[in-house]
């Protein structure tokens, strides 16, 4: 059974930095692209960024480009989210998700597995 445990989440202050992990665990890690989305209360889940299976592929939301970094550590089996200059409209849980195709993609449609999300709130 696969497992997505993120971690990192917490409360910062506007301008501010996080850095988000998912740990996963089931089957082959570096098979697959993984992806980051947030969900804010009473919005759709959106997607933030995605990283190849083998990270040399990246891609991200016009709206995080240039202050988010995704990557990946295959060894340990764990996805990183690099988060700088937060904004408070950036408050949301943050989900970590599997796609098993091994390439990035936005839509959520493509991954399979998801973590239980962890709480960013950025204060103003």
């Known amino acids: 059974q696969v497992q997505l445990v993120e971690s990192g989440g917490g409360l910062v202050q506007a301008g501010g930095s996080l850095r988000l992990s998912c740990a996963a665990s089931g089957r082959t890690f570096s098979s697959y692209a993984m992806g980051w989305f947030r969900q804010a209360p009473g919005k759709e889940r959106e997607f933030v960024a995605a990283i190849s299976w083998s990270g040399g592929s990246t891609y991200y939301a016009d709206s995080v480009k240039g202050r988010f970094t995704i990557s990946r550590d295959n060894a340990k089996n764990t996805v990183y989210l690099q988060m700088s200059s937060l904004k408070p409209e950036e408050t949301a849980v943050y989900y970590c998700?599997?796609?098993?195709?091994?390439?990035?993609?936005?839509?959520?449609?493509?991954?399979?597995?998801w973590g239980q999300g962890t709480q960013v709130t950025v204060s103003s």
């Open positions: 998700a599997e796609n098993p195709r091994g390439y990035s993609d936005y839509r959520v449609r493509m991954y399979d597995y």
